[in-house]
């Protein structure tokens, strides 16, 4: 097994740091500013479409379509940083990059939030219903 011996040692401490990398996805802070962030920038893109669609109002388009623009990259930036943090899953930055944007992203934290279930659901029951 002389073959065997030039391979490195695996550590404790290695094998945890790679662990490190399996943990579960769990909604946090940073979580919470992608939420708020979504919504503003969902407000914005609803008063775009508002001011867009009545003639007349160039200047107000513009300055919606440059909040717009400027708040979506910023939804993007907070959310690759929870991505990273591992606080969002990553098909949650695919469903802001949709072509509806904050549509998107808004529909994809309602979903998490919504699909948490209790953990401890029929903890309480100590034995079999008399």
Do not use: N
Request: proline share 8%.
């Amino acid at each position: 097994m002389q073959a065997f011996s030039s391979l490195p040692e695996v550590s404790e401490a290695a094998t945890i740091d790679g662990e490190r990398e399996f943990r579960p996805r769990a909604p946090g802070p940073t979580f919470a500013w992608v939420k708020r962030a979504s919504f503003v920038e969902l407000a914005i893109f609803i008063g775009l479409l508002i001011v867009w669609a009545i003639p007349g109002l160039e200047t107000e388009t513009f300055a919606f379509g440059l909040a717009h623009g400027i708040g979506y990259l910023l939804l993007c930036l907070l959310l690759c940083f929870a991505i990273f943090r591992r606080e969002a899953p990553f098909w949650l930055f695919a469903a802001t990059l949709t072509p509806v944007g904050p549509v998107g992203s808004v529909i994809g934290i309602e979903y998490i939030e919504r699909r948490k279930e209790p953990a401890t659901i029929g903890a309480d029951r100590t034995g079999p219903r008399g």
